[in-house]
């Protein structure tokens, strides 16, 4: 009877779950189909969606091939890899092709990266099989007898009509090359890779487990209940052994107490079946929360993580793919809502940072101030004061303290200490530094060589590769503008009760981090929100749902927007210029310019002592190349060595995407800097006047 009813119970339970199992993925596929509908009768968005094919947002081992401008560059790690990836399409090809045992096997794609995009694999290795399979058949009806005469042992006899029914090895790798492309043997190592990275759960898959255990716990309570109905003597053997043993033996009654979880079906010497581990929601929320510390380092990669302070406390994480014994050196600066992953998020072949660290480049990652953890000194800081800041902090304070810092490493690194005291006289320094930027980190290192020039301190560069920088935004979509107007008319209001733009609570930040995983595994759900999000931003075709779905953005911790800086955009949108932050009077603008009016940094780019290359995207909607081509005109007519560019990219492109073309662009770029040559400055004036409402000449402060 024990029996029967542990039967009927572990039916019913796989019923339950297969019912509820198959409910969830029903509602899936209906939200799933009506984003399709949505997305069908959406305007525009064939543009939009244009720019999502052929992205790789997750780090990977491989490359298709080495760069050009990485043929004579490549570190001796990155050489293994390439060559490791060409081996293993070659010899590893019979384990990922159609013809064997794992042949209906299909595994998921994901939305955004065709590497993801598998299907079943030809048919003619199919039929290659099925002939072998006749081979055998054939030669053992014909060999029967001569094994029965001659006594050959079974398994004797199978190994040598296998081997004689089977092709040589070379010649069988060889037939599936010829069948398979290496494009997609490649995608399905791909997809390995990337499901083997992502260790996040999303909302759905979090649904399917929090049902099953939801579904197993009440049918445990049910078996529970239904043995001690059938088997009321041991119930109240084991209640009265409870109760006497209650106590320092409480927790511990042999296996056989009412608190030890039972299995759902009844073991036997006759029937022995696993036992089942209880599951629990310990740990259960999982998200990828990987640092740029954990892609480089899961690289192959040297990484350093260096802890700066600015002047007014706040505490910034300052990355390095180091080589201490470089004399060239890279500093790569972030944009708006991003971090230092975005350099490192293509993998090896695709990223800057890794690009630049093959060429032989001491590689320096910044992060700007704004991170919901509110790194700072002061522990106890509020989040009203810790967001108080503009684009001027960015330029003035976290660039500045940022690169003082790498002047002091590679100082101590590369000079002795009888140099290190000629250095305090003497203004050249042992090594090179570039800086590319993007977007929001273009406008603050302009910010920072123009101020530091005006303050006649040295900023230390050899060369800016600005992509797509910041800075003029009068030339916008109209949902820019629209935007612009209704936010500079309610700001005022907006201010005393919101300090930034971010995700307060844990949950939520959560939340966002696997519902990135759920865009990418629905790809119509996937697609109507990437829409939508073009449209907020103008149209721009950028990878906005890839995006989300970097590990930088988890629950633990994620960029902000400070409510200033989101007004300094604004400000800069209305007058039509590039400047520095209008503190709303002109005695507040007094103090910290000398003058009652921001200063206008395009009015300073003469100031500009070193090249400066200037990266637009056509497609950009976010900043226009119109945009980047005010920068190139102010700084053409100052006379600055300027150089444009324009790519076929939207915003994101520039540091999100795999693009040859930009990374042989930019390398070529860095390559212009020698560094074994002395740095020559132009003699300008280090001194900015202008004129107050008196007419009187005042210098910046």
């Known amino acids: 009877m024990q029996r029967i009813v542990d039967n009927v119970i572990a039916v019913a339970k796989e019923s339950v779950k297969t019912f509820t199992y198959e409910s969830v993925n029903n509602i899936v596929r209906l939200i799933n189909g009506m984003s399709a509908l949505l997305l069908a009768i959406l305007p525009g968005k064939t543009s939009i969606l244009e720019g999502m094919q052929g992205w790789e947002l997750r780090p990977t081992f491989r490359g298709p091939r080495l760069p050009r401008w990485m043929e004579n560059g490549a570190s001796s790690f990155n050489q293994f890899i390439h060559q490791l990836s060409i081996d293993s399409d070659t ?199 990987r640092t740029c510390r954990d892609v480089i380092t899961e690289l192959g990669y040297p990484y350093e993580a260096i802890s700066v302070v600015t002047a007014d406390g706040y505490v910034l994480l300052l990355e390095r793919i180091p080589r201490r014994d470089a004399r060239k050196v890279v500093y790569l600066q972030h944009g708006i809502l991003d971090s230092s992953m975005g350099w490192v998020s293509n993998g090896v072949i695709g990223s800057p940072a890794f690009a630049a660290f093959d060429q032989g480049y001491d590689v320096f990652l910044g992060n700007f101030r704004g991170l919901v953890s509110r790194e700072h000194v002061d522990k106890s800081i509020s989040s009203r004061q810790y967001w108080t800041y503009s684009i001027n902090e960015h330029g003035i304070e976290d660039i500045p303290a940022m690169m003082e810092k790498i002047h002091e490493i590679k100082i101590s690194e590369l000079n002795s200490s009888e140099s290190n005291v000629e250095e305090e006289n003497n203004t050249d320094q042992p090594y090179k530094i570039c800086a590319i930027c993007h977007s929001l980190g273009g406008a603050g290192i302009l910010m920072y060589v123009l101020t530091r020039r005006i303050e006649e301190k040295p900023h230390r560069l050899s060369r800016l590769i600005l992509l797509s920088p910041a800075g003029f935004h009068h030339d916008s979509t109209l949902v820019f503008s629209a935007v612009e107007s209704l936010f500079l008319l309610f700001a005022p209001l907006l201010a005393p009760f919101l300090p930034a733009f971010y995700i307060p609570t844990r949950f939520f930040r959560m939340l966002l981090n696997k519902l990135a995983r759920d865009f990418h595994n629905l790809p119509a759900v996937g697609g109507l929100v990437q829409t939508l999000m073009s449209y907020v931003v103008g149209g721009d075709s950028s990878n906005w749902v890839g995006v989300l779905g970097l590990p930088h953005y988890n629950m633990d911790d994620m960029p902000g927007v400070a409510f200033r800086v989101a007004l300094h955009l604004a400000q800069m949108k209305r007058s039509g210029k590039f400047t520095m932050f209008d503190y709303g009077s002109a005695a507040s603008n007094m103090d910290v310019y000398g003058s009652p009016e921001p200063l206008d940094l395009g009015e300073c780019y003469r100031l500009i002592d070193i090249p400066v290359d200037l990266v637009a995207g056509r497609k950009d909607k976010v900043v226009k190349p119109s945009m980047v081509r005010e920068h190139f005109r102010l700084m053409k007519d100052a006379g600055i060595d300027v150089s444009f560019s324009e790519f076929e990219y939207a915003h994101l492109d520039f540091t999100f995407s795999h693009r040859e073309e930009l990374l042989s662009y930019v390398m070529s770029r860095l390559l212009l800097v020698d560094p074994d040559s002395k740095q020559v400055h132009r003699q300008k004036s280090l001194k900015l006047k202008r004129k107050d409402v008196h007419g009187e000449e005042v210098v910046m402060k």
């Open 91 to 289: 010899s590893s090809s019979v384990d990922y092709s159609s013809g064997g045992e794992d042949s209906d096997i299909i595994y998921p794609g994901s939305l955004l990266s065709q590497s993801s995009r598998i299907s079943r694999e030809s048919g003619f290795p199919q039929i290659v099989d099925r002939r072998r399979h006749w081979v055998r058949l054939v030669l053992s009806w014909l060999l029967l007898p001569l094994r029965v005469l001659l006594g050959i042992p079974q398994n004797l006899f199978n190994m040598a009509y296998r081997r004689a029914s089977k092709t040589p090895v070379k010649a069988r790798n060889h037939r599936r090359l010829t069948v398979h492309s290496p494009r997609r043997l490649q995608s399905l190592k791909d997809h390995v890779v990337q499901r083997a990275t992502d260790r996040r759960r999303s909302v759905v898959e979090d649904l399917h487990l929090g049902t099953e255990i939801f579904i197993e716990s009440i049918f445990d309570n049910v078996h529970k209940a239904a043995h001690c109905l059938l088997a009321p003597v041991d119930t109240i053997r084991r209640v009265f052994t409870w109760f006497s043993s209650r106590g320092s033996e409480s927790g511990d009654t042999s296996g056989d107490g009412l608190g030890i979880s039972v299995s759902a079906a009844v073991l036997s010497d006759n029937d022995p079946a696993p036992i089942e581990r209880r599951t629990t929601f310990h740990n259960s929320l999982n998200t990828d929360a």
